[in-house]
């Protein structure tokens, strides 16, 4: 596609439930990562695959954050257990790879807890 | 670990003026890389412009250009000519130069640019 893709835009999750979050990069892109911004705040740090490998996942806040990215390409990040916490902008980023490539941002989910 | 800081919640400037954004930053490393990113309400993460700490040039991007202070930890940008589509959040950002790119970006907490037609 022309840019990295998320969906859904919206998701208003009863506290408890599970939901996933998915991700597609843009075609050719190595590199894969995923943010958390909670209102008012800079993005943080989540995890990071490089292909289908997740190399960093040291950013996620808890166990009941899980990503993957089976194939090298789409990737979810799935939240179990939802807590009002977790109400946030999620943010997913792809890059060929290196840093000196540039990140390129999708228009995020923003997850309400309720 | 690194930290990135912003110290303007919010800046106001009239269309056509020039207002100029602060950050700061700390870091032991001397090989990295300083962004600028402009958020507007749809979300999406746009790159402003970018500096490599091993460059002693100031970034240029058009309207845009940044102040690089190494040795203060020191990167404003300065938006000259403001336009009414430069309202948006602004977010510094670093990235360390040894991961390969592997590392995610720390951003600050971000400054609300608003602009006075």
């Known amino acids: 596609g022309a840019g990295v893709s998320q969906s859904p835009r919206y998701k208003v999750a009863k506290r408890g439930q599970d939901v996933a979050l998915r991700c597609d990069p843009i075609?050719?892109?190595?590199?894969l990562f995923w943010y958390q911004q909670a209102l008012g705040q800079g993005p943080e740090f989540l995890t990071y695959?490089?292909?289908?490998?997740?190399?960093?996942k040291s950013g996620l806040p808890s166990d009941r954050f899980f990503a993957e990215r089976p194939e090298g390409s789409v990737s979810t990040l799935k939240i179990q257990r939802t807590q009002q916490e977790d109400s946030a902008v999620y943010l997913c980023?792809?890059?060929?790879?290196?840093?000196?490539?540039?990140?390129?941002f999708g228009q995020g989910t923003r997850l309400t807890v309720v | 670990a690194q930290t990135v800081t912003q110290s303007q919640p919010e800046m106001s400037v009239q269309e056509a003026e020039t207002v100029t954004l602060s950050c700061t930053y700390d870091?032991?490393?001397?090989?990295?890389?300083l962004f600028w990113y402009k958020q507007p309400p749809s979300r999406q993460m746009i790159l402003v412009i970018r500096?490599?700490?091993?460059k002693q040039q100031n970034a240029t991007e058009n309207r845009f250009s940044v102040n690089f202070q190494k040795a203060a930890k020191s990167f404003s940008l300065k938006i000259s000519d403001s336009q009414l589509g430069d309202a948006a959040m602004y977010f510094c950002?670093?990235?360390?130069?040894w991961g390969g790119g592997a590392d995610g970006l720390t951003f600050g907490k971000g400054t609300h640019l608003i602009i006075q037609p």
């Open positions: 950002a670093y990235l360390p130069g």
């Open positions: 870091t032991s490393e001397s090989d990295y890389y």
């Open positions: 500096q490599e700490a091993y």
């Open positions: 075609s050719g892109h190595v590199s």
């Open positions: 695959f490089q292909n289908e490998a997740q190399l960093d």
């Open positions: 980023a792809s890059s060929l790879a290196g840093a000196n490539t540039e990140a390129f």
